[in-house]
């Protein structure tokens, strides 16, 4: 069964400071793999996706991710933290059928 | 344009009550998705509409949770008996058809069963 793993639910940072955000999949076929960011009280907006070719994938608000197939990796990276990246991140793979599956979800603090 | 919708927002249902959670994709939509997302998780799958057939269920977690979508656009989640362990967020999503993999994701309806 497909699975992701997101390492760390709390990640803090400073403002100016690089964003880190770890996720792992375990998949029996190669994945589509998603970056989602969540708003209190908001739905799900896509930050970004690997579906096919390149492996760095760049997204909105200034994120990226690369896909690394040896380590079974797709973490998010953002070079400059600013206050409004503040939320809750999830990594998301789909391999094999149609629904995601989600990871429990890394919550970002952003200090000034 | 118009985003997935979802009625009501928020709801709140005594222990035994049925509760009718909506979603309205965006237009032309192929795709239905319905997850429930725990307090402190991430999203969980529930179920899947391709039009109006119903063509995964294996997420719903009991046979109390139904979900129907007759004319293939509004989808509706209906929960008969609710109970504690049913509170949760209940998210919807939309996809243009079954090629595309991005999912586009209503607000939610939280549920809070007392």
């Known amino acids: 069964a497909q699975s992701v793993t997101q390492l760390g639910s709390h990640v803090s940072v400073s403002e100016g400071a690089l964003v880190l955000l770890r996720c792992n999949y375990s998949s029996s076929v190669p994945p589509y793999l998603f970056w989602y960011v969540q708003y209190p009280n908001q739905g799900l907006q896509l930050l970004l996706k690997y579906t096919t070719g390149a492996t760095l994938v760049k997204g909105i608000n200034g994120f990226e991710a690369e896909f690394k197939k040896s380590e079974t990796s797709f973490h998010l990276t953002k070079p400059s933290a600013h206050m409004s990246d503040a939320a809750e991140y999830f990594c998301a793979a789909n391999g094999g059928s149609e629904k995601l599956v989600f990871g429990k979800g890394t919550k970002l603090t952003v200090n000034p | 344009g118009a985003g997935v919708s979802q009625s009501p927002r928020y709801k709140v249902a005594k222990r035994g009550q049925d509760v009718a959670l909506r979603c309205d994709p965006i237009s032309g939509h192929v795709s239905l998705f319905w997850y429930q997302q725990a307090l402190g998780q991430g999203p969980e799958f529930l179920t899947y509409f391709q039009n109006e057939a119903q063509l995964d269920k294996s997420g719903l977690p009991s046979d109390r949770f139904f979900a129907e979508r007759p004319e293939g656009s509004v989808s509706t989640l209906k929960i008969q008996r609710t109970q504690q362990e049913d509170s949760a967020v209940y998210l919807c999503?939309?996809?243009?058809?079954?090629?595309?993999?991005?999912?586009?994701f209503g607000p939610g309806t939280r549920l809070t069963v007392t």
């Open positions: 999503a939309s996809r243009p058809n079954p090629g595309i993999n991005e999912q586009y």
